[in-house]
């Protein structure tokens, strides 16, 4: 008999995605619907749009007191959408 290499599902996954350039895309996507989970419903209420440009989140928020309120967060709102998504995808948010 012969021993096979077995690997969890989740590890294969991930080595064809990372291999075939999928993985970052798939986070990022994940980092910008979780936006709205992590800034809450208010915040999302307020905003227009948002996406992800050389690692930095761009909101468009349509108060612009929400907006100096949360520039003042911005460092905590990095943390906790990187900690929400398990991986480093952005470094900065920039508002709007």
Avoid: C
């Amino acid at each position: 008999m012969f021993k096979r290499k077995v690997e969890p599902f989740d590890d294969v996954l991930a080595q064809v995605m990372r291999s075939q350039g999928l993985e970052t895309p798939l986070l990022q996507r994940r980092l910008v619907e979780a936006w709205e989970t992590v800034a809450g419903p208010v915040v999302a209420r307020y905003t227009a749009d948002k996406f992800i440009s050389n690692q930095t989140l761009v909101v468009h928020l349509l108060n612009p007191a929400l907006r100096a309120d949360l520039s003042m967060m911005r460092q905590k709102l990095v943390k906790r959408l990187n900690d929400t998504v398990g991986s480093y995808v952005i470094s900065d948010i920039k508002f709007y």
